[in-house]
């Protein structure tokens, strides 16, 4: 294969990983969006971790195989820098988008961590306000329960 193949390779890996990177920030958006939402399910949330963890490891194997790749041109690459300027020049924009969104990514992150923290104490304070009312109607009912009976009381009838 040709140097000029390897390079295209190359740019086709990067494009496609910035196209994941899209996907991955769209993810992220509907992952805030279902932790701020009140009516929505965990299985939504759950789909969405699912669909995140997908697109990471494709993510992972591009980088993999950039990596592979790129280590076979390197030295080309540097040698002859004036005949690959244009295509040097573009996987780096290429490489900053990526490294913008990338870090874009992490601080949603970030901020979908603080807000899956407060759904999850929110919901445990639900839960454990459930289970004292729970225990609140079963004290109450048994008492009731309770309240209809007269004990056996002992009379006197000597006097």
């Given at each position: 294969?040709?140097?000029?193949?390897?390079?295209?390779?190359?740019?086709?890996?990067?494009?496609?990983?910035?196209?994941?990177?899209?996907?991955?920030?769209?993810?992220?958006?509907?992952?805030?969006?279902?932790?701020?939402?009140?009516?929505?399910?965990?299985?939504?949330?759950?789909?969405?971790?699912?669909?995140?963890?997908q697109?990471?490891?494709?993510?992972?194997?591009?980088?993999?195989?950039?990596?592979?790749?790129?280590?076979?041109?390197?030295?080309?690459?540097?040698?002859?820098?004036?005949?690959?300027a244009?295509?040097?020049?573009?996987?780096?924009?290429?490489?900053?988008?990526?490294?913008?969104?990338?870090?874009?990514?992490?601080?949603?992150?970030?901020?979908?961590?603080?807000?899956?923290?407060?759904?999850?104490?929110?919901?445990?304070?639900?839960?454990?306000?459930?289970?004292?009312?729970?225990?609140?109607?079963?004290?109450?009912?048994?008492?009731?329960?309770?309240?209809?009976?007269?004990?056996?009381?002992?009379?006197?009838?000597?006097?």
């Amino acid at each position: 294969m040709s140097e000029k193949n390897y390079i295209q390779i190359l740019e086709d890996s990067l494009e496609k990983k910035i196209d994941v990177l899209r996907q991955l920030q769209v993810l992220c958006q509907e992952q805030a969006d279902i932790l701020q939402d009140d009516a929505s399910t965990p299985e939504a949330f759950e789909e969405n971790i699912d669909r995140k963890g997908q697109l990471i490891e494709h993510l992972e194997r591009l980088d993999q195989g950039f990596e592979q790749l790129f280590a076979k041109v390197e030295q080309t690459l540097d040698a002859d820098r004036d005949q690959y300027a244009d295509a040097i020049r573009h996987m780096q924009e290429m490489i900053r988008e990526i490294t913008q969104r990338s870090t874009n990514i992490q601080v949603m992150e970030r901020q979908n961590s603080e807000l899956a923290r407060k759904k999850f104490s929110q919901v445990r304070s639900q839960a454990k306000e459930l289970r004292q009312s729970r225990k609140a109607v079963s004290s109450y009912y048994q008492n009731m329960m309770q309240a209809g009976t007269v004990e056996p009381q002992f009379m006197d009838s000597k006097k």
